[in-house]
């Protein structure tokens, strides 16, 4: 089985209103390469007449973000004039690539009515010969990304990206970046083979997990050694598991606030191009 580096706490990082725990990047890790930055937003319950959702319009280059709503809803709107409303069990995935601005905001019906908040945001580097692609997004409903139900309906497998357990998951992004979340039953049990060679990205949203016979519970990432492929999880309660793996880019890492490139060089370059308007003009 995989051997387990170390196991790391979330840290709590409130915007505004709105409860944060922060998993990646803290004070005891930087990064998984090629997975950046995790923030887990929630859970709470906003009251009728809220404002929901802090995160107005702001710039992002040479990266990608993927969003995971699972309680609640969120609007994306950006600078290349995609746009739409994510529901409960949606993920929406953007390639921020060359440039753009964009928000996310909760819907009128949710900032009138209230109601369960629970997301996630994740940050996935794109190597050097990506970083200037062009802006994409996609963002796709519950019904959308493939199951797949594991030990007798214990555990449900959501295939977000890549190929999980023979099906073609939702996204097939321009990097070979596997992403699924799982919902386990107590009891409830999954064993997946993971080349060496790929780091793994394991962060538990919700329950109490046994992986590769250590606990990890609600707020933990994992971190693992590259030294074998065997993963077994097992559910000590009701759980709910984000797990990814890629191979690492092994590029310079230079991250400045919206912008993530490969040269302090290139991080002053973005923010002349987006005060320069090359990001495209808000029409919010």
């Known amino acids: 089985m995989r051997s387990i580096k170390k196991i790391h706490k979330a840290v709590s990082s409130p915007i505004a209103d709105l409860i944060t725990y922060r998993a990646l990047p803290t004070n005891t890790i930087d990064h998984i390469d090629p997975f950046l930055f995790l923030n887990h937003h929630g859970y709470q319950k906003y009251p009728e007449n809220n404002n929901g959702l802090p995160f107005g319009p702001h710039p992002h280059r040479g990266f990608e973000t993927v969003t995971f709503i699972l309680k609640g809803d969120l609007i994306h709107k950006d600078s290349t004039g995609w746009q739409s409303v994510i529901k409960a069990g949606g993920v929406q995935w953007m390639t921020a690539g060359k440039g753009l601005i964009h928000a996310e905001i909760s819907s009128e019906e949710f900032k009138r009515n209230g109601g369960e908040l629970e997301l996630l945001q994740l940050w996935v580097n794109?190597?050097?010969?990506?970083?200037?692609?062009?802006?994409?997004?996609?963002?796709?409903?519950?019904?959308?990304?493939?199951?797949?139900?594991?030990?007798?309906?214990?555990?449900s497998l959501a295939a977000v990206s890549?190929?999980?357990?023979?099906?073609?998951?939702?996204?097939?992004?321009l990097n070979d970046i596997q992403l699924a979340t799982l919902h386990f039953d107590k009891g409830g049990k999954y064993s997946v083979e993971i080349p060496a060679k790929r780091n793994i990205f394991f962060y538990?949203?919700?329950?109490?997990?046994?992986?590769?016979?250590?606990e990890a519970k609600i707020h933990n990432l994992v971190e693992f050694e590259n030294d074998s492929e065997s993963m077994e999880i097992e559910a000590l309660e009701e759980s709910i598991l984000l797990?990814?793996?890629?191979?690492p880019f092994n590029e310079?890492?230079?991250?400045?606030?919206?912008?993530?490139?490969?040269?302090?060089?290139?991080?002053?370059?973005a923010f002349l191009d987006y005060q320069n308007g090359v990001f495209g003009n808000w029409n919010g």
């Not at 990506?130 to 519950?142: A, F, V």
């Open 126 to 155: 794109l190597p050097a010969k990506h970083k200037m692609t062009e802006p994409n997004y996609r963002g796709l409903q519950k019904e959308d990304i493939p199951e797949v139900n594991i030990d007798n309906g214990k555990v």
């Open 162 to 173: 890549g190929n999980w357990e023979n099906t073609k998951a939702a996204f097939q992004p």
């Open 204 to 214: 538990v949203i919700k329950g109490k997990l046994l992986v590769n016979g250590k």
């Open 243 to 247: 797990l990814g793996h890629a191979i």
């Open 252 to 269: 310079p890492i230079v991250a400045q606030g919206p912008f993530v490139m490969n040269s302090q060089q290139e991080i002053q370059q």
